[in-house]
């Protein structure tokens, strides 16, 4: 079973411009996570979709952050413009739903770095 | 607001010896309780899980335990090896859609 694929793995930007994620959830896979990592700290669910609709969105920066999952599939984060306090680990997850027993499969994450 | 707390930044331990990871969460709607373990550079993996009506899940080496009165949870890893050391992050779920909260995790080195 292939994993949850994300890139790119490293991005470099300034800050005020803009950068984009991809995730590719396992196949099958209903519920779709995206968290943000910053250093030192636990992942933080940003957004959570179930198929193509968003189902929790609470911590998502709206005024920058912005993700969609067209199709219901694949998924992208994108941050318009970035700030030096977005540098963290972007992970993305998915599971087969929101059932209590079923654990997040997790990405290798996207590392930002804003300058 | 840290609903769910790992107070240790950092375990060291002799290899064969026990780890004990600790955990402890405030809010009452926390249902399912579950461990992750993660490696520089990857994703955090599932490790074990609990449910709130148990006190006990053991899988392997790996065993949970659950004391819902004091809102705290433990990880025991038993023998520890080289391999496990990791970052481990404990993670609880309660509510609609059974959201995921995150504890900031405890470093692990097992010492050979």
């Known amino acids: 079973e292939a994993g949850v694929a994300q890139s790119p793995r490293y991005k470099i930007i300034e800050k005020r411009q803009s950068v984009a994620f991809w995730c590719n959830p396992i196949?099958?896979?209903?519920?779709l996570y995206w968290y943000q990592q910053i250093l030192g700290q636990g992942p933080k669910l940003l957004i959570q979709?179930?198929?193509?609709?968003?189902?929790?969105d609470s911590q998502l920066p709206k005024d920058r952050f912005s993700a969609e999952r067209l199709k219901g599939v694949d998924s992208t984060l994108k941050i318009q413009p970035a700030k030096l306090e977005d540098s963290a680990v972007y992970l993305c997850?998915?599971?087969?739903?929101?059932?209590?027993?079923?654990?997040?499969?997790f990405g290798d994450g996207t590392r930002l770095s804003i300058l | 607001d840290q609903q769910v707390k790992q107070n240790s930044p950092s375990l060291s331990v002799q290899e064969g010896r026990i780890s004990i990871l600790n955990c402890d969460y405030t809010?009452?709607?926390?249902?399912?309780f579950l461990w992750y373990k993660k490696y520089p550079a990857e994703g955090p993996t599932f490790l074990i899980s609990?449910?709130?009506?148990?006190d006990k899940n053991e899988d392997g080496r790996f065993t949970v335990f659950l004391n819902k009165s004091a809102k705290h949870l433990s990880l025991h890893i038993v023998p520890s090896q080289p391999g496990d050391s990791a970052v481990y992050f404990c993670?609880?779920?309660?509510?609609?859609?059974?959201?995921?909260?995150f504890g900031t995790g405890t470093k692990l080195q097992v010492i050979p």
């Open positions: 196949s099958g896979h209903a519920t």
């Open positions: 609990i449910s709130s009506i148990k």
């Open positions: 997850a998915s599971s087969l739903g929101t059932g209590a027993r079923q654990p997040q499969h």
């Open positions: 979709f179930q198929n193509n609709g968003v189902v929790d």
């Open positions: 809010n009452s709607m926390f249902d399912y």
């Open positions: 993670a609880a779920k309660g509510g609609g859609y059974q959201k995921v909260t």
